[in-house]
């Protein structure tokens, strides 16, 4: 935790006061109260939206709220604030801003502040605190935000006077988006909302301490390309760090130049196109048979952007055991923690990339890709093409992906339906498929969603969630309804906590433990929003259904009433390799 604290006597600049480089402005700054220098420096950055819900600490920055350029989104609770930020941040690439007041206010952002830390998701918070002569008093809402926080935000502020606001500020902005991204949290007690001060905004951020590596070392590069050129059988592991780099276009250059077919990991979706030849799908835990056969296969894997998560590598002595391992990664306390690596390459991906593609020869490896090809499971591909009359959740996503030309941004909430959803939606295009990955957070898809449509107003947003996730964030149906937001949101409706119902049923001999959900009506809930609710049953309705929601102004909510215990597969048992999972029955491969 960084404290902007005064000078010393001596003037000179202690330790935690931000180290900011300022420009003598040559006429006299306006003087302003510390809430109004908050929106000026959001502004000066570039933040045209904020989300977030108003409480004590925070009124006078509610009160300068009116008078800046900022749209304010009222979410319906502070969780929701922090998530909408969240897809608001994938979706343009630009850094998400929430902001709550303090105690419970704060403590609500704590989960989304942690899912944008474990997914690198560039954000910043801004909280309200007590007023400083309450601090440590146990005052009215009054908890030590920066302490709770510390462990799930890349850093964060107690900012101490007003004139230090705007240089922290600038500092967050630096912080949340350089290096590995991640959120950044600015507590603010409300006396020094209230103080005034000259308002002159940094034109530059000065972190000695603070020096991420963005090139790579050359002689880790060469040693990447010698391995290249060896191989025989090699894959590339793309993960979201390709995309958070802005790397999709070199990294599509490398890959038709060296041949080397792609796997994905949950968040990696989107990095390159999956209906090129060469991209081969999702591994993992719920990765495709082809893929994990691949990686078992397999002589180098190149990982670039990813962080070797525990449901993409399955249990770690048996993960790609005859490979040689490179992997590319801006955050160097990634290498070497999961998996030993052969050769560590510390780097952002767009800057390895540019400097390896060089380095390799073009080739085709038709031998190794007929071999992938090979082994995919052709029943299960066969069997996709049929249309049983209750709605399968694949047939769902194929069908939304077949009505939106694939071109839609999908939020997804978390279990049955977010794996459903990256198995076959067929993602073609960066920053357009927005789930919870390293955190899991249900809950996340409406919000998130939210977040996307207002940061990309240009193209159709759809959320697909779950019966269970949905009624978390259930409530923020009416922020997409104040908003006046396009959104769709399809609701893969079981009548169970899906994703553990199914572990239950694999792993725990069918014990359903408290999984049952005896829900409300979804198409009344959402008319008692004013938003249109519409419910499918049948196969034959799930296009008119999909078709009526794109035509329909406004959010619109379809109730996808599915087979209760059917299941996701492919799925990797705990505790296995990722060669062990296990598959279908009804889809068994006879060839």
Known sequence: MAIAKPPSPS?????????????????????????????????????????????????????ALPSSGLHHVLVRFEQWAALAADGYARATGKVGVCMATSGPGATNLVTGLANAQLDSVPMVAITGQVGQPMIGRDAFQEVDITGITLPVTKHNYLVQRAEDIAPTIKEAFYLASSGRPGPVLVDIPKNVFLAKAPFVYPTSVRRPGYQPTS???????RLTAELIEAAE???????????????????????????????FTLLGLGSFPESHPLALGMMGMHGHRHVNAALEACDLLLNIGARFDDRATGRIDGFAPNAKIVHVDIDPAEIGKNVETDVPVVGDAGEVLKLLTPEVASRRRDQWTGWIDAQRNRALHEALEDRPETPEPYTIIRGIAEATNGEAVLVTDVGQHQMWTAQYFGFDYPDRWLSSGGLGTMGYGLPAAIGAKIGRPDLEVWAVVGDGGIQMSLNELATAAQEGLDINVAVINNGYLGMVRQWQDLFHEKNYSQVKITGPDLVQIAEAYGVTGIRVRKDAEILPAILQARSTPGPVVIDFVVEPEANVYPIVPPGASNSEMLHDLRFRDTE
Do not use: W
């Not at 979201?240 to 802005?246: D, N, Y």
């Open 11 to 63: 003037g000179q600049r202690t330790p935690y006061q931000p180290a900011v480089t300022e420009q003598r402005p040559k006429v006299d700054p306006p003087v302003m109260n510390g809430a109004a220098i908050t929106c000026a420096s959001l502004e000066a950055e570039g933040v045209t939206t904020v989300f977030g819900y108003p409480g004590g600490a925070v009124i006078p920055l509610y009160d």
């Open 233 to 263: 059988q090699p894959l590339i592991m793309a993960g979201h760090g390709i995309m958070l780099s802005g790397a999709t276009d070199l990294f599509a250059a490398f890959i038709e130049r060296t041949g080397i077919p792609v796997i």
């Open 215 to 221: 090139v790579p070392n050359m002689r880790q590069v």
